[in-house]
């Protein structure tokens, strides 16, 4: 992967923390959902309810597809990264409290809100792998790609 274009994308998802996210349904169709994100590099972990829809969806097909963007005033100015990748639970403790602690990160304002901190037992953790990334970045050009193999 280019350096520049790797920059970009951990740029990208440094400067996010929420990410639609589509599983597939058992009917076949999509299912997309926001869900608030933490990365390290490249991977990038969420959580959701251990009977979410989303959690039952991954169960039976482990592929994903992602986006991570934000509202812009100027159509010129839009960025953001389009992702196919593989979504795994996460079910080592300490690599679970690793990405919880990786999502507080994410939220400091949570401190100041007295909700319990879920644990890794009460939630569903995963592990979004990438296999290709779509860099979106209209300066270059409308709708202009470079598109990543992972």
Same mark, same amino acid.
């Given at each position: 992967m280019d350096e520049d274009i790797r920059?970009?994308?951990?740029?990208?998802?440094?400067?996010?923390?929420?990410?639609?996210? !589509?599983?597939?349904? $058992?009917d076949g169709w999509p299912q997309a959902t926001t869900?608030?994100? !933490?990365?390290?590099?490249l991977t990038i972990y969420f959580l959701?309810? $251990?009977d979410?829809?989303?959690?039952?969806?991954? !169960?039976?097909?482990?592929?994903v597809s992602l986006t991570i963007?934000?509202?812009?005033?100027?159509?010129?100015?839009?960025?953001?990264?389009?992702?196919a990748a593989h979504a795994q639970a996460v079910v080592d403790s300490t690599q679970a409290g690793k990405a919880l602690g990786l999502l507080m990160l994410k939220y400091p304002q949570q401190d100041s809100i007295p909700l319990p901190m879920p644990s890794p037992k009460d939630v569903r953790i995963f592990r979004v792998? $990438?296999?290709?990334?779509?860099?979106?970045?209209?300066?270059?050009?409308? !709708?202009?790609?470079d598109l990543v193999t992972c």
């Amino acid at each position: 992967m280019d350096e520049d274009i790797r920059r970009k994308i951990l740029t990208l998802l440094d400067q996010h923390r929420i990410m639609t996210i !589509a599983t597939l349904r $058992p009917d076949g169709w999509p299912q997309a959902t926001t869900v608030g994100y !933490a990365n390290e590099g490249l991977t990038i972990y969420f959580l959701c309810g $251990p009977d979410s829809q989303k959690a039952r969806n991954l !169960a039976r097909d482990n592929r994903v597809s992602l986006t991570i963007d934000h509202d812009t005033p100027q159509v010129m100015d839009i960025t953001g990264l389009s992702m196919a990748a593989h979504a795994q639970a996460v079910v080592d403790s300490t690599q679970a409290g690793k990405a919880l602690g990786l999502l507080m990160l994410k939220y400091p304002q949570q401190d100041s809100i007295p909700l319990p901190m879920p644990s890794p037992k009460d939630v569903r953790i995963f592990r979004v792998t $990438p296999t290709v990334i779509s860099v979106l970045d209209y300066s270059k050009g409308f !709708a202009h790609t470079d598109l990543v193999t992972c």
